[in-house]
């Protein structure tokens, strides 16, 4: 009776081992790898940088005064499809590019931390010869991004707008701290977190109709193999305190603009005080009825800000 019993749960672990294998073959994304062959189709430009090939897109008059959009966490350069033509429009030299380990940019090994980002911006800048100060925009964790870049070569940077920036050490997303766990972390982003969870962006919208544009990229992206690394490393290092940072651009003498969603509870708006304590400089507008993407759900609210801002 007992070595019955002892087969049944035998038996029943070996289903389960392979029923979890299943599910992660079955839902592993990432089966193509970018290099000059993938590339070919994909539009945009591309260049080799240190630390890995860069996809990135520039528009508006080669005279024009320099403005960086920098993208936030799991997204990409689509995030300024909304904002890019409307700078552009109005007189600017616009750059907008995937961070590494996203979008159609190489994923380097690692580790995802402030130090790679900010190396990045600058080996773009100067491989694309911008000699000039620029105006760096950065959205949730790429405003965390822009604030470090103006911090560590402030020489570049002419004045600074903050979308939502990423207000804890950790991200937005205490659910996501399961991915500290080595293994754990990998088997869960694959058959969940990142096909599902992270896919469904619908609550970072005020509607639902951007929301499955916006999914229908992201999980493009989840194709290239290294995305769910670049991810993961992401959420494991880069765990510095993103006010450091806010507070060096405070002590800059560069104009900031600080702009939220109202609704916003993915980088809480709740934050905004304790950035505009680190930024004393920084001037707040709220955009009504606007959550986390509000940079791309609502262009005729933001784009004219920001446009006033940089010409100011």
């Given at each position: 009776m007992k070595r019955g019993c002892l087969v049944a749960v035998v038996g029943g672990l070996a289903g389960l081992i392979t029923l979890i294998?299943?599910?992660?073959?079955?839902?592993?994304?990432?089966?193509?790898?970018?290099?000059?062959?993938?590339?070919?189709?994909?539009?945009?430009?591309?260049?080799?940088?240190?630390?890995?090939?860069?996809?990135?897109?520039?528009?508006?008059?080669?005279?024009?005064?320099?403005?960086?959009?920098?993208?936030?966490?799991?997204?990409?350069?689509?995030?300024?499809?909304?904002?890019?033509?409307?700078?552009?429009?109005?007189?600017?030299?616009?750059?907008?590019?995937?961070?590494?380990?996203?979008?159609?940019?190489?994923?380097?090994?690692?580790?995802?931390?402030?130090?790679?980002?900010?190396?990045?911006?600058?080996?773009?800048?100067?491989?694309?010869?911008?000699?000039?100060?620029?105006?760096?925009?950065?959205?949730?964790?790429?405003?965390?991004?822009?604030?470090?870049?103006?911090d560590r070569y402030p020489e570049r940077v002419?004045?600074?707008?903050?979308?939502?920036?990423?207000?804890?050490?950790?991200?937005?997303?205490?659910?996501?701290?399961?991915?500290?766990?080595?293994?754990?972390?990998?088997?869960?982003?694959?058959?969940?977190?990142?096909p599902f969870y992270m896919a469904d962006n619908s609550d970072e919208f005020a509607s639902s109709h951007d929301s499955t544009f916006w999914r229908d990229r992201y999980l493009d992206m989840m194709n290239y193999a290294g995305f769910r690394n670049a991810l993961l490393s992401t959420l494991r290092t880069m765990t510095g305190d993103p006010y450091e940072s806010y507070r060096a651009l405070g002590e800059l003498d560069r104009p900031v603009l600080l702009l939220w969603g109202d609704e916003d509870d993915t980088s809480r708006v709740e934050n905004a005080p304790l950035v505009m304590q680190a930024i004393p400089q920084a001037e707040l507008n709220l955009?009504?009825?606007?959550?986390?993407?509000?940079?791309?759900?609502?262009?005729e609210k933001v784009n004219p800000l920001l446009i006033a801002f940089l010409k100011r």
């Open positions: 294998a299943a599910a992660y073959l079955l839902l592993d994304r990432e089966k193509l790898t970018l290099n000059p062959e993938t590339r070919a189709g994909l539009g945009g430009q591309f260049v080799s940088l240190p630390g890995g090939v860069t996809h990135y897109q520039l528009s508006g008059p080669e005279d024009g005064p320099p403005v960086v959009l920098v993208h936030g966490f799991s997204v990409a350069s689509y995030t300024w499809d909304h904002t890019a033509p409307a700078l552009a429009q109005a007189g600017f030299r616009v750059l907008t590019y995937d961070l590494f380990g996203r979008g159609y940019s190489d994923r380097p090994p690692g580790p995802y931390d402030l130090d790679l980002f900010t190396t990045q911006l600058n080996d773009l800048l100067t491989a694309l010869h911008f000699d000039q100060p620029v105006d760096v925009i950065g959205l949730s964790m790429g405003g965390y991004i822009s604030a470090g870049f103006a002419r004045r600074v707008a903050l979308l939502a920036p990423q207000s804890s050490a950790n991200g937005s997303d205490p659910r996501l701290s399961v991915v500290t766990m080595p293994g754990v972390g990998e088997y869960l982003f694959t058959v969940y977190i990142g955009i009504p009825g606007a959550r986390h993407a509000f940079a791309y759900e609502f262009p």
